[in-house]
């Protein structure tokens, strides 16, 4: 029912609203037409026709043109020209005359003397062994000991390559001294050699070299163990080859 009376409502307020909107645009029709309408609240002002009022006007003076002025034209005077200076001319001042100097007379030398002939030193004995390659530090693989162990070893070869067994050699440091004969050790080959330096890694200098009779006849090979890397370089691998 209310909503009935709703719509109703809204259709009858509908109505109402076009009516008024259509009246007004009928309205501000008219008043646009015809702007003097009773209907217009605000109506344009009248029209009022200017009656036109003569005006006296006094009689102007009369406009001369300007005065001429003379100007001056400044008269132009001479100016003088520079005068000539005259140029000295230097006067030539006398050249002295080069003195002679006697060029120096040739005195003979004397008769050389003989020269003393030189006598070559004699020659060294070459090394009836030398190193033979490079010194090695290595990992130990010859034993059981591992990183507890630290020793040297290699082989003897003769001038043509082939191992030789039966050659000392002899390690040392400071007072210590260790020897070996080659081919007792065939973990290094058929003529291998090996002394063993301390029961683990340690920072020393060491020297090793071929003895025959006591005596060195190869020059020493020196190395330094370390224990920065102890396990990797307690194995050091030295070679010998006779030269001849």
Same mark, same amino acid.
């Given at each position: 029912?209310?909503?009935? *009376?709703?719509?109703?409502?809204?259709?009858?307020?509908?109505?109402?609203?076009?009516?008024?909107?259509?009246?007004?645009?009928?309205?501000?029709?008219?008043? @646009?037409?015809?702007?003097?309408?009773?209907?217009?609240? @605000?109506?344009?002002?009248?029209?009022?026709?200017?009656?036109?009022?003569?005006?006296?006007?006094?009689?102007?003076?009369?406009?001369?043109?300007?005065?001429?002025?003379?100007?001056?034209?400044?008269?132009?005077?001479?100016?003088?020209?520079?005068?000539?200076?005259?140029?000295?001319?230097?006067?030539?001042?006398?050249? =002295?005359?080069?003195? @002679?100097?006697?060029?120096?007379?040739?005195?003979?030398?004397?008769?050389?003397?003989?020269?003393?002939?030189?006598?070559?030193?004699?020659?060294?004995?070459?090394?009836?062994?030398?190193?033979?390659?490079?010194?090695?530090?290595?990992?130990?693989?010859?034993?059981?000991?591992?990183?507890?162990?630290?020793?040297?070893?290699?082989?003897? &070869?003769?001038?043509?390559? *082939?191992?030789?067994?039966?050659?000392?050699?002899?390690?040392?440091?400071?007072?210590?001294?260790? /020897? =070996?004969?080659?081919?007792?050790?065939?973990?290094?080959? =058929?003529?291998?050699?090996?002394? &063993?330096? &301390?029961?683990?890694?340690?920072?020393?200098?060491?020297?090793?070299? *071929?003895?025959?009779?006591?005596?060195?006849?190869?020059?020493?090979?020196? @190395?330094? /163990?370390?224990?920065?890397?102890?396990?990797?370089?307690?194995?050091?691998? *030295?070679?010998?080859?006779?030269?001849?």
């Amino acid at each position: 029912m209310l909503s009935r *009376i709703s719509d109703r409502m809204a259709l009858l307020a509908t109505i109402i609203i076009l009516v008024l909107t259509v009246m007004t645009c009928l309205c501000y029709l008219t008043v @646009f037409i015809n702007p003097r309408m009773p209907l217009n609240p @605000f109506p344009p002002p009248s029209e009022v026709t200017a009656t036109p009022t003569r005006t006296t006007e006094a009689p102007s003076a009369p406009t001369f043109p300007p005065t001429w002025t003379p100007t001056l034209t400044a008269t132009p005077t001479d100016t003088p020209l520079p005068t000539d200076t005259p140029t000295l001319t230097p006067t030539p001042t006398e050249t =002295s005359t080069p003195t @002679f100097t006697p060029a120096p007379t040739w005195t003979p030398r004397p008769p050389a003397t003989a020269t003393p002939t030189h006598t070559p030193s004699p020659s060294p004995t070459p090394w009836p062994y030398l190193q033979h390659g490079y010194t090695y530090m290595l990992p130990n693989d010859k034993n059981e000991a591992g990183c507890d162990w630290l020793g040297v070893g290699g082989q003897v &070869y003769d001038a043509q390559g *082939i191992a030789v067994p039966g050659v000392t050699v002899r390690c040392w440091s400071g007072t210590w001294e260790g /020897t =070996s004969v080659s081919g007792q050790h065939p973990e290094y080959g =058929s003529a291998g050699w090996e002394v &063993y330096l &301390y029961d683990q890694p340690r920072d020393e200098t060491w020297s090793c070299q *071929i003895a025959q009779g006591g005596v060195g006849v190869c020059p020493a090979v020196v @190395f330094t /163990t370390t224990t920065q890397n102890g396990c990797n370089q307690n194995s050091v691998r *030295i070679d010998f080859k006779k030269t001849s």
